[in-house]
């Protein structure tokens, strides 16, 4: 059974950083795509950045473009997320997830397993 567990996040100022992890466990992971989330109440959950595990590509939403990195550590069985200059507009939950032969990258149903979730908040 592939799990995701997510560390990381928190409470920070606006043009600050806050880096996320996510373990997996449970698979090989080979041709997976590794991805983070967010979401706000009311709004539905939206792409922010992905990595294949396998050759370690990187993409990007267009707002996480330039202040962003996402990266893994395929000895470790880790993802993370490095966030910078963050701004309030960036204040959600963010999820991590992973799902095996994904094509489009930014889309949610995608993605067949996920992190339990940790908050970010970005005071002004």
């Known amino acids: 059974q592939v799990q995701l567990v997510q560390s990381g996040g928190g409470l920070v100022q606006a043009g600050g950083s806050l880096r996320l992890s996510c373990s997996v466990s449970?698979?090989?992971?080979?041709?997976?795509?590794m991805g983070w989330f967010r979401q706000v109440p009311g709004k539905e959950r939206e792409f922010v950045a992905a990595i294949s595990w396998t050759i370690g590509r990187p993409y990007y939403s267009e707002s996480a473009e330039g202040r962003f990195t996402v990266s893994r550590e395929k000895n470790m069985n880790t993802f993370d997320l490095q966030m910078n200059n963050l701004n309030p507009e960036d204040t959600a939950v963010y999820y991590c997830?992973?799902?095996?032969?994904?094509?489009?990258?930014?889309?949610?149903?995608?993605?067949?397993?996920w992190g339990q979730g940790t908050q970010v908040t970005v005071s002004s």
């Open positions: 997830a992973t799902g095996r032969h994904v094509v489009v990258v930014a889309s949610v149903d995608r993605y067949d397993y």
């Open positions: 449970g698979g090989t992971f080979a041709n997976y795509m």
